[in-house]
């Protein structure tokens, strides 16, 4: 695990940063060709250690609160770009579902990615959606797709590792086939169940119960006034979508096809999945307009503009996008309080963060990252150094691999806490080994957290939400 991860690090962390930079379109595709092709490997190493885990039965699980309505609207807006372009992907979450579990996210996510990584991957056009609502004492989550489907005498191997439903689907497709045997796995081992509903030809659907009782009921939003009017198919998932959030959220809402006009029905705004039809509607609609597109399918600046007023969102839509998406665009004045606000206040900083990290690469890697994320670095080169650099500065935070030569980061740990003169600085662990064992043995050394190796800039700026909050100063 440490001999793959550090270099996997070190190149994803480089790619990340190059796609912050000037990049024309085809660099900017190459690289993020090269990055997504990264993350595949991550994904696979993690699924191989998992069925390791199982089998020496070591899988522990996390029973937190979290949000998971958001975890699948968060997984299914990372994977769209898995999506053919003619596949509408949707979340349709129950509108009562709670705000908060109980159960272990990151395993839940793995059950989740998986599943709809392997519905987009089988499925060239029509839908793919993920459902999620109460079942019994716990939750079900489905995935819908109008794929080829599985033939009955597949489906009973399925679920096995290295399995998948027919030679011919590896050629075409590609994949381990680790995916749904790992998903199988996690929904046993939280005590749940994995069904499968399918035939040849005519999609797939998959029903995980999973036993994550309620923490927290849902609250709802503050309620919008005004009337949409959706101009879309009434099979697609933008309609069944907008028909279950937005009578909740107090809007007026129809659904008119393509072909129909819009004289005199006056709505305050407009949403479609048709860019079609936005020059047809214009001269006769002076709404504002939510053009809803797949992924990397942006109308050009120069369309946008002589269509204005006109936003675009890329599906899958989250509810809360949507919301504030329609809350702008129906109390403009809003955003003119919300503007002078952001004007008054200066930058947000964050502090002083202590890297403690001897491969050169991956130093550069979490620098560029944590100077984007507005801290001050100073970089050490092992344990040593590091009690050093306490010396002699003030440090908001440590991020500190654990394996360097003269001394390691468990050691460099025991000695900061030893000493009893930074009780309340925060350790992070930086680590390759992605064994359980891993996490207990960093905090028995003093530790405040864990992150590892390879992680993305999203992962790190949760972490330094969480230990090192950014201040405004006014």
């Given at each position: 695990s440490h001999e793959i991860r550090t270099p996997l690090n070190g190149l994803l962390g480089m790619i990340a940063l190059s796609l912050d930079g000037p990049l024309n379109a085809e660099q900017q595709q190459q690289l993020s060709i090269a990055h997504d092709s990264g993350k595949v490997l991550v994904e696979l190493l993690n699924d191989i250690l998992d069925l390791s885990k199982f089998d020496a039965g070591q899988l522990e699980l996390e029973h937190i609160p979290f949000d998971l309505g958001s975890l699948i609207e968060d997984t299914a807006n990372l994977l769209s770009q898995n999506a053919a372009a003619s596949v509408e992907l949707t979340c349709l979450i129950d509108p009562h579902f709670p705000a908060l579990v109980l159960g272990d996210p990151t395993r839940v996510r793995?059950?989740?990615?998986?599943?709809?990584?392997?519905?987009?991957?089988?499925?060239?056009?029509?839908?793919?959606?993920?459902?999620?609502?109460?079942?019994?004492?716990?939750?079900?989550?489905?995935?819908?797709?109008?794929?080829?489907?599985?033939?009955?005498?597949?489906?009973?191997?399925?679920?096995?590792?290295?399995?998948?439903?027919?030679?011919?689907?590896?050629?075409?497709?590609?994949?381990?086939?680790?995916?749904?045997?790992?998903?199988?796995?996690?929904?046993?081992v939280m005590q749940g169940r994995l069904t499968i509903s399918s035939e040849a030809g005519f999609g797939s659907q998959f029903c995980a119960d999973l036993p994550l009782p309620c923490h927290t009921r849902a609250l709802a939003?503050?309620?919008?006034?005004?009337?949409?009017?959706?101009?879309?198919?009434?099979?697609?998932?933008?309609?069944?979508?907008?028909?279950?959030?937005?009578?909740?959220?107090?809007?007026?809402?129809?659904?008119?096809?393509?072909?129909?006009?819009?004289?005199?029905?006056?709505?305050?705004?407009?949403?479609?999945?048709?860019?079609?039809?936005?020059?047809?509607?214009?001269?006769?609609?002076?709404?504002?307009?939510?053009?809803?597109?797949?992924?990397?399918?942006?109308?050009?600046?120069?369309?946008?503009?002589?269509?204005?007023p006109l936003q675009q969102q890329a599906r899958p839509l989250a509810r809360n996008a949507l919301y504030q998406t329609l809350r702008r665009m129906l109390q403009p004045e809003i955003?003119?309080?919300?503007?002078?606000?952001?004007?008054?206040?200066?930058?947000?900083?964050?502090?002083?963060?202590?890297?403690?990290?001897?491969?050169?690469?991956?130093?550069?890697?979490?620098?560029?990252?944590?100077?984007?994320?507005?801290?001050?670095?100073?970089?050490?080169?092992h344990g040593g150094e590091a009690l050093d650099q306490l010396e002699h500065r003030e440090f908001d935070l440590v991020l500190m691999d654990c394996n360097m030569p003269v001394m390691d980061g468990y050691e460099a740990s025991r000695q900061i806490r030893r000493s009893g003169r930074w009780p309340q600085l925060p350790i992070v662990a930086l680590t390759a080994n992605a064994m359980s064992e891993e996490r207990e043995r960093c905090r028995a050394a003093g530790m405040s957290d864990y992150l590892a190796k390879p992680f993305r800039r999203e992962e790190l700026a949760a972490l330094l939400d969480l230990w090192m909050p950014t201040t405004t100063v006014l």
């Open positions: 793995q059950i989740v990615s998986n599943l709809l990584s392997n519905a987009l991957k089988f499925t060239r056009f029509g839908r793919v959606d993920v459902r999620l609502s109460m079942f019994e004492d716990g939750v079900r989550i489905e995935v819908c797709d109008t794929g080829i489907g599985i033939a009955q005498d597949a489906q009973v191997k399925i679920f096995q590792p290295f399995t998948q439903a027919g030679a011919g689907i590896t050629r075409q497709f590609g994949g381990t086939g680790l995916g749904l045997a790992l998903t199988y796995n996690l929904c046993e939003p503050a309620t919008l006034q005004g009337k949409v009017i959706a101009i879309t198919a009434a099979s697609s998932g933008l309609a069944e979508l907008l028909k279950s959030l937005l009578p909740g959220w107090g809007l007026e809402y129809q659904q008119r096809s393509i072909d129909d006009s819009l004289i005199g029905l006056d709505p305050d705004v407009v949403i479609t999945d048709c860019p079609e039809c936005l020059f047809v509607l214009r001269p006769t609609c002076t709404a504002p307009i939510l053009l809803v597109t797949a992924y990397g399918s942006f109308l050009p600046s120069e369309e946008a503009s002589a269509l204005a955003n003119t309080i919300n503007d002078a606000r952001l004007d008054a206040l200066s930058p947000r900083r964050r502090g002083r963060v202590l890297l403690v990290e001897d491969n050169p690469v991956n130093q550069l890697v979490a620098k560029g990252m944590l100077g984007k994320l507005g801290c001050e670095v100073i970089v050490a080169a």
